[in-house]
């Protein structure tokens, strides 16, 4: 089973996958010196099958990452969306986006994709869409190292098909969803837009406020912190699901909202507030996902896992058994989690084993 995956967002990224095994994964930028390249990588594309010795002819399918792909923006275009956001015209997007006007939008950026990769050399009679969070939770379990027994598999990013994080329960070559949570809730967007806010580029400087975070006096940290918590609300019954709190806008609008509350508050007071609230946030999810499943070994993905510090406070916890983080688990990874996806799919036409796709580290 050959499979070239593609990703064609921020991070651009292809690989090439046989019988489960990666045989190469290259990101655009590396190719083309364009720092988070967004868009078709049509040089990695070719150059995976080079350094995989394949050509179409021998490719079985082609996974391309998500069902619906924004636009590609440059890194300038990019800090013009976000500078959007708050204003007049990025509300009525906000509106639009609940009207028919945005499934003619995504119609309309499908055919956009597939005539990108049709003049890329792609076959589009062997394109196969993967939803975006049933790729990061391929990379975390296919690649972990884990086989035996139930796995729980948690997602979380700013945003990819309408979801933001899920909860999963994987065993053998299937990923079963138990939870979900929308966009409009992302914790990864705020933390997206406060990165914003403090004058860097989001989805490129988020691990300079993570680094900046210890350096902010305790009393300055729960003040922002403050803020922080007043966004988001678990629920009630124990579950792993969560909510906006009482007057908050969708979080990836919020931008007005926080400038509103954050207001005074010295930066780096915000990036301990911001860091110590995602921290928190993640491990009481993880303490809820584990009490709500049983099930004690975790394999986690999507873009807000790259949060080491967080990453470390799960390792942690007692009710942890064993812990994998996918390497580079942002959406640039997602080309192989797409193609670990199709495997699957194809493994259990077969009947085959889960042993038969090799752990990331193997």
């Excluded at 399918?61 to 013009?80: C, G, I, N, Q, Y």
């Excluded at 990819?160 to 994987?170: E, F, I, M, N």
């Excluded at 906006?244 to 400038?259: E, F, H, Q």
């Amino acid at each position: 089973m050959n499979v070239v995956g593609i990703h064609d967002g921020h991070n651009a990224s292809a690989a090439v996958l046989v019988d489960g095994q990666v045989i190469a994964a290259v990101q655009e930028e590396r190719l083309t010196g364009v720092k988070n390249f967004h868009g078709c990588p049509t040089l990695a594309i070719a150059e995976v099958l080079r350094l995989s010795g394949l050509t179409w002819s021998a490719i079985d399918e082609v996974a391309l990452h998500s069902r619906h792909m924004p636009v590609a923006r440059t890194r300038e275009e990019l800090l013009e969306h976000y500078r959007s956001v708050g204003k007049p015209k990025g509300r009525l997007r906000a509106l639009l986006r609940r009207t028919p006007v945005n499934h003619l939008y995504r119609h309309r950026r499908r055919a956009s994709r597939m005539k990108a990769l049709r003049e890329g050399g792609v076959p589009l009679a062997k394109v196969i869409e993967v939803e975006h969070h049933e790729a990061h939770a391929a990379t975390a379990y296919y690649g972990s190292p884990f086989r035996d027994g139930p796995v729980l598999v948690l997602t979380c990013d700013g945003a990819g098909d309408d979801l933001c994080a899920t909860v999963s329960v994987a065993n053998g070559l299937s990923i079963e969803r138990r939870n979900v949570i929308p966009e409009a809730d992302s914790i990864g967007n705020v933390f997206a837009l406060v990165t914003f806010l403090l004058g860097m580029v989001p989805n490129e400087h988020e691990y300079k406020l993570m680094g900046m975070a210890p350096y902010a006096p305790d009393e300055g940290v729960r003040r922002s912190r403050a803020v922080f918590d007043r966004m988001l609300v678990f629920a009630a019954d124990g579950s792993p699901s969560w909510g906006r709190g009482p007057g908050v806008p969708p979080t990836y609008y919020s931008l007005a909202w926080l400038k509103a509350n954050l207001e005074f508050h010295r930066f780096d007071w915000i990036c301990g507030g911001v860091q110590q609230w995602t921290e928190d946030w993640l491990v009481e999810w993880v303490r809820r996902a584990i009490a709500t499943t049983g099930i004690r070994r975790l394999a986690l993905a999507g873009g807000v896992f790259m949060n080491v510090k967080a990453n470390q406070r799960i390792l942690e916890m007692p009710e942890v058994e064993s812990l994998f983080v996918f390497p580079s688990c942002g959406d640039e990874s997602n080309a192989i989690g797409a193609a670990y996806a199709r495997t699957a799919v194809h493994f259990r036409t077969q009947g085959r084993s889960p042993d038969g796709i090799p752990s990331i580290r193997d």
